[in-house]
């Protein structure tokens, strides 16, 4: 966060990813997967004494895509030489806020939130086996309900 006055500024990061490879007599398995988050948002805060509420609103972009190969020995699966897919997954939206902030001295305080994430999700898939494909397409909302329950221990620079 980035304080002016009784606004901040909120930048929050996610990133994952995933390599997996399993292999047997039968086939060679891999999996692959990359997911990111960027919440960029607003807060405003009212403060007395060393108790404050604060309450905003964050901007939330999401991009994951995961990739799965399996290639069969013939020797097992004369008919079946592979099977692969791709999906990607983009998210966009909203999440309002509210928390409580206490103050314990001027380097250190303790603090919790609630957020309603709204997100709006758009994906595409492809599958490829032998010589076939095919592909879905989707879309669709998403409301994900974020109770206070992390408490957070805060460092003041």
């Known amino acids: 966060k980035y304080h002016l006055s009784n606004l901040a500024l909120r930048l929050h990061c996610d990133l994952g990813f995933k390599n997996n490879q399993s292999e047997s007599e039968y086939y060679l398995y891999d999996y692959n997967y990359f997911a990111s988050k960027t919440k960029l948002g607003i807060e405003y805060n009212s403060t007395i004494n060393k108790f404050s509420v604060f309450y905003g ?3 939330v972009y999401g991009y994951s895509e995961t990739k799965t190969e399996t290639t ?3 020797d ?3 008919f079946a030489s592979s099977f692969s897919s791709f999906t990607w997954q983009k998210t966009y939206g ?4 509210v928390g409580v902030k206490y103050q314990i001295n001027k380097l250190i305080s303790i603090s919790s939130e609630a957020s309603l994430d709204l997100s709006y999700l758009k994906s595409k898939s492809s599958y490829y086996y032998s010589s076939s494909t095919t592909v879905n397409s989707n879309n669709g909302l998403e409301v994900d309900i974020n109770p206070i329950g992390l408490l957070a ?3 003041h620079l």
Do not use: E, R, T, W
């Not at 909203?94 to 806020?97: D, N």
């Open 153 to 155: 221990v805060n460092i």
């Open 57 to 59: 609103l964050n901007f």
């Open 94 to 97: 909203g999440s309002p806020l």
């Open 76 to 78: 097992f699966y004369p």
């Open 72 to 74: 069969y020995n013939s």
